[in-house]
């Protein structure tokens, strides 16, 4: 699935390929990582995750 996140303001920027660390509120599991799948554009002000379900975290973040 693709995941389109809008940061808080003061994200700093970054490249395509760096990842980052995301529990999507669910605190209990602890955060995951995953790689920004998008360059930073600041107008558009968003970053991009694709991420595949693979186990019990991942799967859990398809709608039902
Ligand atoms: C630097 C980095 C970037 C990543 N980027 C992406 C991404 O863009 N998209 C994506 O779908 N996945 C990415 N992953 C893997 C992603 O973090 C795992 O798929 C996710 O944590 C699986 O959690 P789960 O509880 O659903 O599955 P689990 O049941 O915990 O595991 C399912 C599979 O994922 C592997 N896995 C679990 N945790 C990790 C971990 N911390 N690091 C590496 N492998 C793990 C397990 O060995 C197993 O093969 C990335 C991992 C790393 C280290």
New binding site residues.
């Given amino acids: 699935m693709e995941i389109v996140c809008r940061p808080q303001p003061g994200w700093p920027g970054h490249r395509a390929g760096q990842?980052l660390f995301a529990d999507f509120g669910r605190t209990g599991?602890g955060a995951?990582?995953?790689?920004i799948?998008s360059d930073w554009n600041a107008k558009d002000g968003t970053l991009t995750?694709?991420?595949?379900?693979?186990?019990?975290?991942?799967?859990q973040l398809v709608p039902a």
């Avoid at 995951?32 to 790689?35: E, L």
């Fill in positions: 990842f599991e995951h990582p995953f790689t799948a995750l694709a991420i595949k379900a693979l186990g019990d975290f991942t799967n």
